[in-house]
């Protein structure tokens, strides 16, 4: 049976015999190859649609099957079907990359390469950037991010050779609308003021900001010496001793209420006078630690060691820079759900382990402050950190990190090398903050052997089929295995272009893009 389409033209009163309706222009024909596909695979699941909008060129059939069979021996089938099946595989794998690509595109995410945007869902799964000093990473991610208008809400941002500040605040004030704030611990004159102490919502935050503090002083000295400094121990007695001095100044007025006064206060009177104070507070809180700290304490000797330990880790607090600006609040992290807002956090660069103590609380406090001041109807928040092994620990990072998502807090980090995060976290914690930062990137250059092995198994393998020949005087004959190799080999993600970046997308293939470097001449 022959069907012709007929189709009736009022403009000339008679039935017309009319193909185009149906097939005339790119657009018609590609929606019938697709509506052909999709009906054939639900019988053939093997049945693959051809690539949309592909410019390969058409191959007729005799040329096809020269070129399958050119140096293969015709008279192995088992071959043929090897090279047919390695060809379907390659065929599936370009699909899956298709449908990563349909799943993750987005123009409201962050940004990672030059021609891929993420869907904002995918920017609040987090991400983590890979590379060694100088391959890329603001100039790749972050520029590109904080000179677009795409990204919704508020935003924190690490900046420590303060190159981020100085190029973007302007375009982020003018364009996008956000009220600009520089917070410069180093250059009081120039810098908004935060105090952590009067921060504190509470008894129970006082106690948690001593331990914070006492951590990040000990990993300070780690870090800027590369020696480990006095047990754990030791900063565990000294913590009830601070905790009970930053509850009695939080208590007074201004100019008091800071961790200056309450560091001074430590070293300055002895025990007596320290017993004599707190003892006859009101707080029972201040009570408890302190009667904590006394139980410990105990001997002469134990009482100078604990305040020995205090002193050192908390030296940086006898820098004016940092109490002048940790005098008072002259913000609330809590208005940037309410306010588009960004906030430039400067420093210079060889002054981040020396200023830990004060940054990564400071931090922490932040991400605390955003979680608990979530509504669904509020501001989303985006942090980055360029050189987050450099900035001290973060409080329940590992916990944080988990249910940030749901919080509409997208944060990004970029790492030199995962034995960074091991370092300050611990092998078990930090391995939670990797698997709950989604998206994954790495930049050319990456030379840790630890990181790209963590990486090249994150990629997962592929199967190849391996021919073996074997030759003798009767005759030729081949045997064939299957086996699994990586997608990428660590020497391959060491060698990566200098403009390019992979990128591991929650459960996507990997793709590997070309970096945004559009920006670069700025």
């Known amino acids: 049976a022959l069907i012709i389409p007929k189709f009736y033209d009022e403009e000339k009163n008679k039935y017309e015999l009319r193909s185009n309706i149906y097939f005339d222009g790119k657009l018609k024909m590609q929606n019938w190859q697709t509506q052909y596909a999709d009906h054939m695979s639900q019988r053939f699941s093997n049945l693959m649609r051809g690539i949309k909008g592909s410019k390969a060129r058409h191959t007729d059939i005799k040329t096809y099957y020269n070129l399958i069979t050119k140096k293969l021996d015709l008279m192995d089938d088992k071959q043929i079907i090897a090279y047919a099946k390695r060809n379907f595989l390659m065929e599936k794998r370009v699909k899956e990359l298709e449908l990563t690509l349909e799943d ?7 940004t990672i390469s030059k021609d891929i945007q993420l869907k904002e869902k995918y920017g609040f799964e987090g991400s983590v950037t890979f590379g060694p000093t100088g391959s890329g990473k603001s100039t790749s991610i972050f520029i590109p991010n904080l000179l677009s208008n795409d990204i919704r809400g508020s935003i924190i941002v690490s900046d420590p050779k303060e190159e981020l500040f100085k190029l973007t605040s302007k375009y982020q004030e003018t364009i996008c609308g956000r009220k600009v704030l520089k917070f410069s611990p180093l250059e009081p004159d120039k810098s908004e ?3 952590l102490l009067t921060s504190c919502k509470d008894n129970s935050e006082v106690i948690e900001l001593a331990s914070t503090l006492l951590f990040n ?4 000295i780690e870090l800027s010496t590369g020696k480990k400094t006095g047990g754990a121990e030791w900063i565990q007695m000294a913590e009830p001793l601070l905790a009970a001095a930053l509850l009695y100044a939080k208590s007074l007025e201004y100019p008091f209420n800071n961790i200056e006064f309450a560091f001074k206060m430590l070293i300055a009177l002895d025990t007596d006078a320290l017993d004599k104070l707190f003892m006859e507070c009101d707080n029972t809180d201040i009570k408890m630690q302190w009667c904590i700290f006394k139980s410990v304490g105990g001997a002469d000797k134990t009482e100078g060691s604990i305040k020995i330990t205090l002193a050192s880790n908390l030296k940086l607090f006898a820098d004016s ?25 400067c420093y210079p660069e060889n002054k981040s382990s020396y200023l830990a103590p004060y940054i990564a609380p400071f931090f922490s406090q932040c991400m605390s402050k955003l979680i608990e001041s979530y509504d669904d109807n509020l501001l989303p928040i985006t942090m980055m950190f360029d050189e987050f092994g ?5 409080n329940n ?24 995060l091991f370092q300050i976290y611990g092998r078990e914690n930090g391995k939670a903050i990797l698997n709950n930062l989604k998206t994954k990137m790495i930049l050319p250059g990456l030379s840790d052997i630890e990181t790209n ?48 970046i992979l990128i591991i997308t929650s459960n996507k293939q990997p793709i590997l893009a070309y970096q945004n470097l559009s920006l670069i001449h700025i």
Do not use: W
């Open 104 to 110: 993750i595109l987005g123009n409201n995410g962050l």
């Open 193 to 195: 003021k935060y105090n």
């Open 217 to 220: 002083g000990a990993l300070s």
């Open 321 to 345: 820079r940092i109490n002048s600006v940790n005098m008072n609040n002259s913000f609330n992290i809590e208005n940037f759900r309410k306010e588009p807002t960004i906030l430039y956090v």
């Open 390 to 394: 450099n900035i001290g620990m973060l």
């Open 397 to 420: 990072m590992s916990i944080n990190v988990a249910t940030i998502r749901s919080r509409k807090i997208s944060m990004n980090i970029c790492l030199q090398s995962i034995t960074q």
């Open 453 to 500: 092995d963590y990486l090249s198994d994150l990629c997962g393998n592929k199967e190849i089929t391996v021919c073996n020949t074997n030759v003798n005087k009767q005759n030729t004959t081949h045997s064939y295995s299957k086996t699994k190799i990586k997608l990428f080999e660590n020497s391959e993600l060491r060698c990566l272009e200098d403009n390019q």
